[in-house]
T-cell receptor, first 113, second 114 residues
């Protein structure tokens, strides 16, 4: 079975502080992992993806994530939060044997000025 | 035009109406998806089409009827909906099925059933 768990449905950070959004996955085969961002009443936009190349993946808007197989994690980070980062973030998984994308339940990020 | 385009962006319909949501992708992808996103609920996969054939139907009520006339277009036909069907409906596409790379999403249709 494949699944994604996002720890913390709501995260608040101060502007300029580190952003850390947690994602753990379960997969019996090598996974492909993704982070998406969603602004209100918009679709999901890809931030970054891991597809078995480098374990540290850099994405758009200064975000990056590190694939850690030993911890089955793919946490999303950004060194310095900006007000425009306030949004909903989704971690997702697929694989060569799966038949769909598996999404986490989302983490709502609030940035405090 | 590039990406995934959904129309309309907003739709209000009565429970006895019939309406359709449209999705078009200009990415040359082979797979297309319908998702339902309700407040405070996880993203729900409704239907998957690969090369115009339906490959997944996740126990969706028959009042939702998908149609994929070609690999670039996907429709969701709606009839006799219930208020609990009010949600954001998202269309997505991926290069292949099963998906090896990312999904590209449209902007969604905000559906309100009154």
């Amino acid at each position: 079975a494949q699944s994604v768990t996002q720890l913390g449905s709501h995260v608040s950070v101060s502007e300029g502080a580190l952003v850390l959004l947690r994602c753990n996955y379960s997969s019996s085969v090598p996974p492909y992992l993704f982070w998406y961002v969603q602004y209100p009443n918009q679709g999901l936009q890809l931030l970054l993806k891991y597809t078995s190349a480098a374990t540290l993946v850099k994405g758009i808007n200064g975000f990056e994530a590190e694939f850690k197989k030993s911890e089955t994690s793919f946490h999303l980070t950004k060194p310095s939060a900006h007000m425009s980062d306030a949004a909903e973030y989704f971690c997702a998984l697929s694989s060569n044997t799966g038949n769909q994308f598996y999404f986490g339940t989302g983490t709502s990020l609030t940035v405090i000025p | 035009e590039t990406g995934v385009t959904q129309t309309p962006r907003h739709l209000v319909m009565g429970m006895t109406n019939k309406k359709s949501l449209k999705c078009e992708q200009h990415l040359g992808h082979n797979a297309m998806y319908w998702y339902k996103q309700s407040a405070k609920k996880p993203l729900e996969l409704m239907f998957v089409y690969s090369l115009e054939e339906r490959v997944e139907n996740n126990s969706v009520p028959s009042r939702f009827s998908p149609e994929c006339p070609n690999s670039s277009h996907l429709f969701l036909h709606l009839h006799t909906l219930q208020p609990e069907d009010s949600a954001l409906y998202l269309c997505a596409s991926s290069q292949d099925y099963p998906p090896h790379t990312e999904a590209f999403f449209g902007q969604g249709t905000r559906l309100t059933v009154v």
